[in-house]
């Protein structure tokens, strides 16, 4: 079982940056392949970001492509989202998931973090 914390969260103007941190428990981190999601009030839970156990594969959500990068750090335990020219509508909480199948579905995650919230003013 693995505990994900996230962090780096917070109030940005439109156009800013951000990055995200998710901290994984555990010594077998690089055994999972890593997600972002987020979710707005009112909204569903919408795919952001994934990267493989290596980090050889990714993918992202059609909304971020161009503007945010995930990448992992195995030696720390942690995975990244790097999210920059923000815009009002990437307003949300973001969660990150660890997945722990040896068959990578960046769409559906063991084990998830408590979130961080992201708002983007205009």
């Known amino acids: 079982q693995v505990q994900l914390v996230e962090s780096g969260g917070g109030l940005v103007q439109a156009g800013g940056s951000l990055r995200l941190s998710c901290a994984a428990s555990?010594?077998?981190?690089?055994?999972?392949?890593m997600g972002w999601f987020r979710q707005a009030p009112g909204k569903e839970r919408e795919f952001v970001a994934a990267?493989?156990?290596?980090?050889?594969?990714?993918i992202y959500g059609d909304s971020v492509k161009g503007r945010f990068s995930i990448s992992r750090d195995n030696a720390k335990n942690t995975a990244y989202l790097q999210m920059n020219t923000l815009k009002p509508e990437d307003t949300a909480v973001y969660y990150c998931?660890?997945?722990?199948?040896?068959?990578?579905?960046?769409?559906?995650?063991?084990?998830w973090g408590q979130g961080t919230q992201v708002t983007v003013s205009s």
């Open positions: 998931g660890a997945r722990e199948s040896t068959d990578w579905n960046p769409y559906d995650y063991d084990y």
């Open positions: 555990g010594r077998t981190f690089r055994r999972y392949a």
């Open positions: 990267i493989s156990w290596g980090g050889y594969q990714t």
